[in-house]
């Protein structure tokens, strides 16, 4: 069965670096995602990704995050300057459609990071 | 803007029958989804409600209630695997389809 993988699992970084965290939506999949979760917290979403660009973004995703669909296989997250605010569990989705009501997200197990 | 609340925490004993609620305050969406999650590892979709009324998938079920602004999820034969979170989601339109997730549910399924 298809499903979206993430790399690398677990990131460390130290406070002020630059980290790519990578995901590899399901191949039929045109609409991508980046979600996170705070040890504990709910999940919630950064940004959504169609036809190379942005559809949409939350008030999370300020100027230190971006997107990139670099082939037409990876899909990846860049923080310029991480914080450590930005610790948490950062989960990609892709869906195959976002016509009309349905649209069925497949989260990737995720990456956790922890930034120092 | 949207909120969605959920108990925080049930607990049940393996083959029982439990109800996860979502009450929500939105200004419109398409549909009431869930999502389970086991150990924070990747969520998975459960169920889907576009209309009113109960959808039944397996073991699951779940309901939606426009008018009373209130969803749930239902798990029957509670099974030992069933312990994870449980978080409702809803799905604004012209939004990019970004989701927007209940605080969840940590079910505890005992033997």
């Known amino acids: 069965e298809p499903e979206v993988t993430q790399t690398p699992s677990h990131q460390v970084t130290q406070m002020g670096q630059e980290v790519i965290l990578r995901c590899v939506p399901i191949?039929?999949?045109?609409?991508f995602y980046w979600y996170r979760q705070i040890l504990g917290q709910k999940v919630e979403f950064l940004v959504s990704?169609?036809?190379?660009?942005?559809?949409?973004k939350s008030e999370i995703f300020d100027d230190q995050f971006s997107v990139e669909r670099p082939d037409g296989s990876n899909f990846t997250l860049k923080i310029r300057s991480t914080k450590l605010e930005d610790s948490a569990m950062y989960f990609c989705?892709?869906?195959?459609?976002?016509?009309?009501?349905?649209?069925?997200?497949?989260f990737g197990p995720g990456t956790r990071l922890t930034v120092l | 803007g949207q909120s969605l609340e959920q108990p925080s925490e049930v607990t049940a004993v393996e083959g029982a029958i439990v109800q996860i609620n979502c009450t929500y305050q939105?200004?419109?969406?398409?549909?009431l989804s869930w999502y389970q999650q086991h150990d924070g590892g990747a969520p998975t979709f459960l169920s889907y409600?576009?209309?009113?009324g109960l959808e039944e998938t397996g073991r699951f079920s779940s309901f939606l209630s426009r008018s009373d602004s209130y969803g749930y999820l239902l798990l029957q034969e509670l099974q030992m695997k069933d312990s994870a979170s449980y978080f409702c989601?809803?799905?604004?339109?012209?939004?990019?389809?970004?989701?927007?997730f209940g605080q969840g549910t940590e079910l505890s399924v005992k033997p």
């Open positions: 989601a809803v799905r604004p339109p012209n939004q990019g389809g970004k989701l927007i």
């Open positions: 989705a892709s869906s195959a459609w976002d016509i009309g009501s349905y649209n069925e997200q497949f």
């Open positions: 990704f169609y036809n190379n660009e942005i559809s949409e």
């Open positions: 409600n576009a209309l009113d």
């Open positions: 191949s039929n999949h045109l609409y």
């Open positions: 939105t200004s419109g969406f398409y549909g």
